[in-house]
């Protein structure tokens, strides 16, 4: 079974914050429901369009295997299934950074990834995060909530 590291409802609360900066990549915010955490993620609007007030499930996964093997980097066009056929929108990349911001009352963990330059940033309860390491390979899996 494939393991999910990260699932949660997040729903766009503002799109390109800083304003816009490339073309056809819009820089979204967002909030999720369950696990109160926020995110700032780069999303290829021509490919994938976007909009505030949009709800999204967001899962972060090692793997797209469904039998959990380890994924080997390569995309392979063998016409098995995969997580990917359960969502509309996937990103591979690498976990970067891991930072603890303690500036409010309670203490909160970030972590940072880029899928090949498009950037995410993941913010919250430092439980959320106890199976996220350094340099780990992650997919972003999404797909819109209607």
Same mark, same amino acid.
């Given at each position: 079974? #494939?393991e %999910?590291?990260?699932e949660? %409802?997040?729903? /766009?609360? =503002? $799109?390109?914050?800083d304003?816009?900066? !490339?073309?056809? #990549?819009?820089? $979204?915010?967002? +909030?999720?429901?369950?696990?109160d955490? +926020?995110?700032l993620?780069d999303?290829? $609007?021509?490919v994938?369009? /976007?909009?505030?007030?949009?709800?999204f499930?967001i899962? #972060?996964?090692?793997?797209?295997?469904?039998?959990?093997?380890?994924?080997?980097?390569? !995309?392979?066009?063998?016409?098995?299934? =995969? @997580?990917?056929?359960?969502?509309?929108? #996937?990103?591979? *990349?690498?976990?970067?950074?891991i930072?603890?911001?303690k500036?409010?009352?309670?203490?909160? /963990?970030? $972590?940072? /990834?880029?899928? *090949?330059?498009?950037l995410?940033?993941?913010?919250g309860?430092?439980?959320?995060?106890?199976?996220?390491?350094?340099?780990?390979?992650?997919?972003? @899996?999404?797909?819109?909530?209607?």
């Amino acid at each position: 079974m #494939v393991e %999910i590291l990260f699932e949660d %409802i997040f729903t /766009v609360t =503002t $799109i390109n914050p800083d304003g816009k900066k !490339f073309d056809k #990549v819009s820089r $979204i915010e967002a +909030h999720s429901e369950q696990f109160d955490m +926020h995110m700032l993620l780069d999303v290829n $609007i021509e490919v994938y369009p /976007v909009s505030v007030g949009d709800k999204f499930t967001i899962a #972060v996964a090692p793997t797209l295997n469904l039998d959990g093997t380890p994924d080997t980097g390569y !995309f392979v066009q063998s016409g098995r299934k =995969t @997580l990917a056929d359960k969502y509309e929108y #996937v990103m591979y *990349g690498k976990l970067y950074k891991i930072n603890e911001d303690k500036s409010g009352a309670n203490i909160k /963990v970030e $972590i940072y /990834v880029s899928y *090949g330059g498009l950037l995410m940033l993941l913010k919250g309860d430092p439980g959320n995060f106890a199976n996220f390491e350094l340099d780990q390979r992650l997919f972003l @899996l999404m797909r819109k909530v209607w």
